[in-house]
Nanobody, 123 residues
Framework: QVQLVESGGGLVQAGGSLRLSCVASGRTFSLYSMGWFRQAPGKEREFVACIAGNGGWINYADSVKGRFTISRDSAKKTVDLQMNSLKPEDTAVYYC????????????????WGQGTQVTVSS
């Protein structure tokens, strides 16, 4: 049984930073890509960032490029999302997900999801 647990959300002012973390359990971590998605009220869940199982391929949504950084630690079975220069439009529930080894931006490719952590950016 795969379990993903996010932490690190909170309230921050525009221009500030937050670091989200997700710890995984249940199967060999390094075999699977990890992704971050977010969902704002009234909107579809959207892709934020992903990293392949071996860490060799990373992709970001255009809206976060240059501000967010995804990283993974196979020994700790964690994937982090460092978020800098936060904007009010980054406000959403952020979800960690586990997907295919090669990495994907498609929500439908991810079979396991965490419960989400709220990020609120005030103006």
């Amino acid at each position: 049984q795969v379990q993903l647990v996010e932490s690190g959300g909170g309230l921050v002012q525009a221009g500030g930073s937050l670091r989200l973390s997700c710890v995984a359990s249940g199967r060999t971590f390094s075999l699977y890509s990890m992704g971050w998605f977010r969902q704002a009220p009234g909107k579809e869940r959207e892709f934020v960032a992903c990293i392949a199982g071996n860490g060799g391929w990373i992709n970001y949504a255009d809206s976060v490029k240059g501000r967010f950084t995804i990283s993974r630690d196979s020994a700790k079975k964690t994937v982090d999302l460092q978020m800098n220069s936060l904007k009010p439009e980054d406000t959403a529930v952020y979800y960690c997900a586990q997907g295919p080894h090669y990495g994907s931006k498609r929500r439908s490719d991810y079979g396991y999801w965490g419960q989400g952590t709220q990020v609120t950016v005030s103006s």
